[in-house]
T-cell receptor, first 112, second 114 residues
Framework: NAGVTQTPKFQVLKTGQSMTLQCAQD?????MSWYRQDPGMGLRLIHY???????DQGEVPNGYNVSRSTTEDFPLRLLSAAPSQTSVYFC???????????FGSGTRLTVV | TQLLEQSPQFLSIQEGENLTVYCNSS?????LQWYRQEPGEGPVLLVT?????EVKKLKRLTFQFGDARKDSSLHITAAQPGDTGLYLC??????????????FGAGTQVVVTP
């Protein structure tokens, strides 16, 4: 199984540009989430979804949009990139509350 | 919003020594998880604890969930260089509408030198 696949692995954006970080899982998991990781701050939850058509905000949702049209895909959109969004982004999925999340390998984003 | 506090932030020990990492909160959780993350990779699940007072062992790693389900600890016996990594605790809330919301502590960076 491929697990959780994130693309791209690296991206450089100019301030004000938009882009979509892709996330796909092939495990038929209900729950999917997006996190950002900054030095000394662990992983902070951006948005999450408990099923197709259902999304909700996490701790740091501002500047990001998500949608969940299928069980498999959960893209994260940056509408107008800012230097403060320079970070490593992780997508993760899980199928039950007592089961851990499976993480993708991350996208390293730099906004200049 | 639940807050998970991990301590210490950084731990450097010699091979063969023991170490303990703590994860504390004022909130009650339905379950708590521990992950390990290596540079350039996503976190990998080590264990999930669900029942208050639960103790789980994974080779040289021992995980404990507090009786009140507000805190947890990770103890490593006879640490090896391969144990080096960022250890993260994570938890979901008690309410069913928060089960999809897994939140993390800031992590403890463990370095084990030969």
């Amino acid at each position: 199984n491929a697990g959780v696949t994130q693309t791209p692995k690296f991206q450089v954006l100019k301030t004000g540009q938009s882009m979509t970080l892709q996330c796909a899982q092939d495990m038929n998991h209900e729950y999917m989430s997006w996190y950002r990781q900054d030095p000394g701050m662990g992983l902070r939850l951006i948005h999450y979804s408990v099923g197709a058509g259902i999304t909700d905000q996490g701790e740091v949702p501002n500047g990001y949009n998500v949608s969940r049209s299928t069980t498999e895909d959960f893209p994260l959109r940056l509408l107008s990139a800012a230097p403060s969004q320079t970070s490593v982004y992780f997508c993760a999925s899980s199928d039950r509350r007592t089961v851990g999340y499976t993480f993708g390998s991350g996208t390293r984003l730099t906004v200049v | 919003t639940q807050l998970l506090e991990q301590s210490p932030q950084f731990l450097s020990i010699q091979e063969g020594e023991n170490l303990t990492v703590y994860c504390n909160s004022s909130s009650v959780f339905s379950s708590l998880q521990w992950y390990r993350q290596e540079p350039g990779e996503g976190p990998v699940l080590l264990v999930t604890v669900v029942t208050g007072g639960e103790v789980k062992k994974l080779k040289r790693l021992t995980f404990q969930f507090g009786d009140a389900r507000k805190d947890s600890s990770l103890h490593i016996t006879a640490a090896q260089p391969g144990d080096t990594g960022l250890y993260l605790c994570a938890a979901r809330g008690r309410r069913t509408d928060s089960w999809g919301k897994l939140q993390f502590g800031a992590g403890t960076q463990v370095v084990v030198t030969p």
